[in-house]
T-cell receptor, first 115, second 113 residues
């Protein structure tokens, strides 16, 4: 069974640009969550999608947005990039609406560097 | 809002030493508790979880954790660490119901020969 796939794995952007990250969950998983991982802050929750609906949202500015498609694949977008957005962005999938089970299956992440 | 504290930022142990990593959370209601591990160059994976029942839970690779409700703690233990246990360990909590999984900032474990 293929795991959670995130693309691209690495990317470099400059301040002010925007970026779109993609996540393909494990087959059959309907819930997708996104986290930002940085050395100083650890993992911070961005949002969760289930059946194309955003179910939970973390405390991030409106520049961070996401969506989920009917095949459960998800994308997140960050507009007007700032230096502080440099981080590893992790996607995680789970069978049901993820937070109740707590067992999240993580991808390897997309490492974003903002110059 | 829930929060999770992991007391140790970096722990260095010799092989065969015993391990205990601390984790405390702040939330007064019923919670689900987890430990995740991230080996170098690999993705985060679940080590063990507690939902209810026996407060001592066993996970993969000989790890166990004990839930002490009165102390709001869920410490991770292993009697004898191996070099292959070198990794970053994350404690995570979510309140019952559809709430986000909140992670601690992680503890980096380095096991030396």
């Amino acid at each position: 069974k293929a795991g959670v796939t995130q693309t691209p794995r690495y990317l470099i952007k400059t301040r002010g640009q925007q970026v779109t990250l993609s996540c393909s969950p494990i087959s059959g998983h309907r819930s997708v969550s996104w986290y930002q991982q940085t050395p100083g802050q650890g993992l911070q929750f961005l949002f969760e999608y289930f059946s194309e609906t955003q179910r939970n949202k973390g405390n991030f500015p409106g520049r961070f947005s996401g969506r989920q498609f009917s095949n459960s694949r998800s994308e997140m977008n960050v507009s007007t990039l700032e230096l502080g957005d440099s981080a590893l962005y992790l996607c995680a999938s789970s069978l049901s609406q993820g937070m109740n089970t707590g067992e999240l299956f993580f991808g390897e992440g997309s490492r974003l560097t903002v110059l | 809002a829930q929060s999770v504290s992991q007391h140790n930022h970096h722990v260095i142990l010799s092989e065969a030493a015993s391990l205990e990593l601390g984790c405390n959370y702040s939330y007064g209601g019923t919670v689900n508790l987890f430990w995740y591990v991230q080996y170098p160059g690999q993705h985060l994976q679940l080590l063990l979880k507690y939902f209810s029942g026996d407060p001592l839970v066993k996970g993969i690779k000989g790890f166990e954790a004990e839930f002490i409700k009165s102390k709001f703690s869920f410490n991770l233990r292993k009697p004898s660490v191996q070099w292959s246990d070198t990794a970053e360990y994350f404690c995570a909590v979510n309140a019952r119901g559809n709430t986000p999984l909140v992670f601690g900032k992680g503890t980096r474990l380095s096991v030396i020969a």
